[in-house]
T-cell receptor, first 108, second 113 residues
Framework: GIQVEQSPPDLILQEGANSTLRCNFSDSVNNLQWFHQNPWGQLINLFYIPSGTKQNGRLSATTVATERYSLLYISSSQTTDSGVYFCAGWNQGGKLIFGQGTELSVKP | KAGVTQTPRYLIKTRGQQVTLSCSPISGHRSVSWYQQTPGQGLQFLFEYFSETQRNKGNFPGRFSGRQFSNSRSEMNVSTLELGDSALYLC????????????FGQGTRLTVV
């Protein structure tokens, strides 16, 4: 079955709006990370969040490991927030398993 | 401290050729993993090296191989290139692999013509 699933696949926002991205992960995956892929392809680390809540500026993330989901919150979105957001977790075989991503477009 | 460095950034190769990509991890990190990203398949795990040994392998043909040196730098080789090998290849550096935070390089974009 699907080990890491993200929703929504696409999201269009007006600048200044808030958004929530969701990542569901199976029992075989742990130690979630959130990434933002920049236009040049590099995956930028946002959060390493096996459980609990972390905040970094306008971004915050919460992982509820017992319920197998993680949320990424973006507040007061800016056009520079556009791009693809990935969550990924380590499986028991030592592989980082990625979701399919959420493509975010923030309009001015 | 320096991040993960991948070279080259861009490559154009002809079908049938071979290619070698390089990844220098963050100092002190012993695990290097490689991923292939294509529009259709997303991000897929190729293999992981830890202390010069391949520790994990994904579902890719034997044309894809790699190695790791004593300084933890890793190389990935693809032989007999096919058009479908065109992709962004990303490497990840982490302290010990599974269950530790992974950091990615800028990627190598390979085009096979």
């Amino acid at each position: 079955g699907i080990q890491v699933e993200q929703s929504p696949p696409d999201l269009i926002l007006q600048e200044g709006a808030n958004s929530t991205l969701r990542c569901n992960f199976s029992d075989s995956v742990n130690n979630l990370q959130w990434f933002h892929q920049n236009p040049w392809g590099q995956l930028i680390n946002l959060f390493y969040i096996p459980s609990g809540t972390k905040q970094n500026g306008r971004l915050s993330a919460t992982t509820v490991a017992t319920e197998r989901y993680s949320l990424l919150y973006i507040s007061s979105s800016q056009t520079t927030d556009s791009g693809v957001y990935f969550c990924a977790g380590w499986n028991q075989g030592g592989k980082l398993i990625f979701g399919q991503g959420t493509e975010l477009s923030v309009k001015p | 401290k320096a991040g993960v460095t991948q070279t080259p950034r861009y490559l154009i190769k002809t079908r049938g050729q071979q290619v070698t990509l390089s990844c220098s991890p963050i100092s002190g990190h012993r695990s290097v993993s490689w991923y292939q990203q294509t529009p259709g398949q997303g991000l897929q795990f190729l293999f992981e090296y830890f202390s010069e040994t391949q520790r994990n392998k994904g579902n890719f043909p034997g044309r894809f191989s790699g190695r790791q040196f004593s300084n933890s730098r890793s190389e990935m080789n693809v032989s007999t290139l096919e058009l479908g090998d065109s992709a962004l290849y990303l490497c990840a550096s982490s302290l010990n692999g599974g269950d530790t935070e992974a950091f990615f390089g800028q990627g190598t974009r390979l085009t096979v013509v």
